[in-house]
């Protein structure tokens, strides 16, 4: 079956405390996405990658990391994760990240509180 | 500050009528949009999209119309279904960009 798989799904951890919230995709797909989902402000694009060893910022990139050493995979990184990072994140994947008839496939989220 | 926008938080409509979502943008670069359905619990899907070379694209009960000039676009869902009930968003980009902007939400509820 065709998926996008995110780990953990759920995730309480306290502030300071690194982690990283996994990314896997079995489509061959090059583009790959993450994105944070926050009330009244919707999906907003945090980084992406056009390919293996190709990352990019989005629109709110600051206190993550990325690493694209993969096709399949794109983790998420938060070095040191702060309470304004409690969030609902979504991780994407396409054929190409402007290919019109090629959507993105999400996966189904991950919900991380920082205390 | 917010590129797509979509100023109606929520909608309920009967079945079987026809559900109307708005959604307006301020990038006049955007030249593709894009649809996705939420479901609590679930990431989004991919509902329906178009290119700003189109004013209107359909699929079964979805179409989508672009109105470059007013910044605007919509989806409309004819019939309604209580399966539609769901957070619509509406997403832009450009074609020879990577990245994506996404509004706010519209939560559609379909009252059997």
């Known amino acids: 079956e065709a998926q996008v798989t995110q780990n953990p799904r759920y995730l309480i951890t306290v502030t300071g405390k690194k982690l990283t919230v996994t990314c896997s995709q079995n489509?061959?797909?090059?583009?790959m996405s993450w994105y944070r989902q926050d009330p009244g402000l919707g999906l907003r694009q945090i980084y992406y990658?056009?390919?293996?060893?190709?990352?990019d910022k989005g629109d709110v990139p600051e206190g993550y990391k990325v690493s694209r050493k993969e096709k399949r995979n794109f983790p998420l990184i938060l070095e040191s994760p702060s309470p304004n990072q409690t969030s609902l994140y979504f991780c994407?994947?396409?054929?190409?990240?402007?290919?019109?008839?090629?959507?993105?496939?999400f996966g189904d989220g991950t919900r991380l509180s920082i205390l | 500050d917010q590129q797509v926008k979509q100023n109606s938080p929520s909608l309920s409509v009967q079945e079987g009528r026809i559900s109307i979502l708005n959604c307006d943008y301020t990038?006049?670069?955007?030249?593709?949009f894009l649809w996705y359905k939420k479901y609590p619990a679930e990431g989004p899907t991919f509902l329906i999209s178009?290119?700003?070379?189109?004013d209107k694209n359909e699929d079964g009960r979805f179409t989508v119309f672009l109105n470059k000039s007013a910044k605007h676009l919509s989806l409309h869902i004819v019939p309604s279904q209580p399966g539609d009930s769901a957070v619509y968003f509406c997403?832009?980009?450009?074609?020879?960009?990577?990245?994506?902007?996404f509004g706010t939400g519209t939560s559609l509820t379909v009252i059997p």
């Open positions: 489509m061959n797909h090059e583009y």
């Open positions: 997403a832009a980009t450009l074609l020879t960009g990577n990245q994506f902007y």
């Open positions: 178009i290119s700003s070379i189109k």
């Open positions: 990658s056009m390919n293996v060893e190709v990352t």
């Open positions: 990038n006049s670069m955007f030249d593709y």
């Open positions: 994407a994947s396409s054929w190409q990240g402007n290919a019109g008839n090629q959507p993105q496939h």
